[in-house]
């Protein structure tokens, strides 16, 4: 049974008005909303894989978007194929079926975040910050070079993906994916760090020294985290792919790590719920501000800097009294 | 007797300062080898050579048989080496509790290890109660360990020692600053504990090294200048002058 506190009741709430914002919106005639909700929904997705690292392992990723941009570009690349028939890098047939190209996506993230892992665990701290933002970049400029795929031009899709009961081209039901997505990944993230596993990942953030005393080497368990949280970022770029029917150069680079980063602090670092409020608040003040100023950026910033010097652990501790 | 622990000639020099020099001492099952001397002895870069956290110069360490001198820190823990740090080392951060199921999935109860929620895992509990009730932990078990007074996080660090089953048990300064209550449940502990492990005490309280100790070596300027039972050192000459003499 759940217990009714306060921050269930704030998770309940947000939930059922997540639920509830289609019908609401196409009510009143603002159905145009929902594909910006969308992008909040995997924005999120992304927030709180982040936070999976920052939160629970104590490690600073600023890559993420090379997860994020890997994942829509697997996507974008399948269904690419898919459409006009050649064969992926001459050797296997591309696909539009969401049910191939999403988990295709997550699978090569994976892959990508286990050598990202695997060379970057091996450092902590401003170490760690750095060589994770060296080696998104690498995936950047490494995807910009193939001509085939757009370069920095980016690469057009006809359509959303193909999904067996589901009209994915339709708002709504994107909509809807998306946010069984984010619910998935988010159940699936708590149930890791209420683990034996996240213990010990939690533990080693804490003090390294005491837990390398008594014989366990948290490399592993890191690299698991760091793997999972890749996992949630790939699946991110691959309904982003969908959303806009573009993948852009944009979503590998670094100015969007940055984001990421702010939104998980925006939501409260190790809060993991906080990444969709983060996500809710980043992309909402964009939106907002972005239609009533030119210097929107700017305004974002201050704000910014006011919510994190007024509420240090984030905006998810602020409405539901709990620390993290 | 049985030899656990065999360290011979160890040596380690920083920058041309020599820390300990030709070190070379035996630990026994079920025996407290006390090790004293002044500040700046390197008693604890000794402790630290053992561990491997402190990568030696020379000499060799055989343990049950294998030289560990090459092994890393993690594995020579794996191994059944447990340190306890002059500065206490727990996580701060966690429940009692939880630092008592961390040090138990190091070895104890691996197969702990997963992503079952270890607050559901019956042996793991029970297991991790006993031993907070050894320790005379049990009432501050749900507290977080960094609230704790000082002599329950000593008690705490040691617990979690004892939690990964080890052979060896090396004790860095285990009493210091502790009231004299907490020091003498911690000397009842200790002497409860040693039956199965070989203890190596690095300790400035002379009485409680007096009570402990079935053997002592004396450290000065990195190296040992006199080893032997308690009651020999005690009348040593040497070890007055360099040592007890100041107390």
Redesign the interface.
């Known amino acids: 049974m759940i217990s009714l506190n306060r921050s269930n009741c704030v998770i309940i709430v947000t939930f059922i008005a997540l639920l509830a914002l289609p019908p609401v919106l196409a009510s009143i005639g603002e159905s145009y909303y929902i594909s910006i909700v969308t992008k909040i929904l995997i924005y999120a997705l992304v927030g709180v894989s982040l936070d999976l690292i920052i939160g629970q392992a104590g490690l600073v990723s600023f890559g993420h978007a090379a997860f994020f941009g890997m994942g829509a570009y697997v996507c974008g690349v399948l269904s690419h194929h898919g459409s006009n028939g050649l064969l992926v890098f001459y050797l296997f047939p591309g696909t539009s079926n969401a049910l191939l190209t999403w988990p295709i996506a997550v699978i090569v993230c994976m892959l990508l975040g286990l050598l990202v892992g695997i060379i970057s665990l091996r450092t902590a701290g401003v170490y760690f910050i750095m060589i994770t933002l060296a080696l998104a970049q690498m995936v950047y400029f490494l995807i910009i070079s193939i001509p085939q795929y757009g370069g920095e031009d980016g690469l057009g899709l006809y359509g959303r993906n193909e999904l067996a009961g589901v009209d994915l081209n339709d708002d709504t039901q994107f909509y809807y994916v998306c946010l069984l997505c984010l619910v998935f990944y988010l159940a699936g993230s708590i ?2 760090t ?4 996240g ?2 990942i ?2 080693a953030k ?2 390294q ?9 948290p490399f592993k368990y890191q690299l698991l985290i760091f793997v999972f949280s890749a996992a949630g970022a790939g699946l991110a770029g691959a309904l982003m792919a969908n959303l806009t029917q573009y993948v852009s150069p944009d979503y590998l680079h670094w100015n969007l790590s940055g984001k990421f980063l702010i939104i998980v602090i925006l939501g409260g670092i190790g809060s993991l719920f906080g990444g969709f409020y983060g996500a809710l608040i980043l992309l909402g003040l964009e939106e907002v501000l972005s239609s009533y100023t030119d210097h929107w950026h700017f305004v974002v910033g201050v704000i910014l800097i006011i919510m994190v010097l007024t509420s240090r652990q984030g905006f998810y501790a602020s409405i539901t009294g709990k620390k993290t | 007797m049985t030899v656990f622990l065999d360290a011979v000639h160890l040596s380690k020099q920083y920058a041309g300062l020599i820390a300990v020099d030709d070190f070379s001492i035996k630990l026994e099952k079920a025996k407290i080898h006390a090790l004293i001397g002044p500040n700046g002895a390197g008693k604890s870069t000794a402790i630290g050579l053992l561990t491997g956290e402190i990568r030696a110069d020379s000499g060799e360490i055989d343990y049950l048989g294998s030289d560990i001198s090459r092994l890393p820190t993690v594995r020579r823990a794996q191994a059944g080496i447990a340190h306890s740090y002059q500065i206490t080392s727990i996580i701060n951060e966690f429940s009692v509790l939880d630092n008592m199921l961390i040090a138990l999935m190091a070895h104890a109860h691996e197969d702990a290890v997963g992503l079952k929620n270890p607050a559901k895992n019956k042996l793991l509990q029970d297991h991790a109660s006993e031993l907070l009730e050894q320790f005379r932990l049990s009432d501050v078990a749900s507290r977080l360990a960094g609230e704790l007074s000082h002599g329950e996080q000593g008690r705490l660090e040691i617990a979690m020692c004892v939690a990964t089953r080890p052979k060896i048990l090396l004790l860095d300064e285990p009493m210091s600053g502790m009231s004299l209550m907490d020091g003498e449940k911690m000397i009842s502990l200790l002497n409860s504990i040693k039956d199965s492990v070989a203890i190596l005490l690095v300790e400035h309280d002379m009485e409680a090294v007096f009570k402990l100790a079935d053997k002592i070596s004396v450290m000065a300027s990195g190296k040992i200048i006199a080893s032997g039972m308690p009651q020999s050192i005690r009348r040593d000459p040497v070890v007055i002058e360099a040592y007890l003499g100041h107390h």
């Open positions: 149930k890791l209420r683990s034996s596993l213990l010990i939690k533990a804490f003090n020294q005491r837990l390398v005393a008594l014989g366990i080497s």
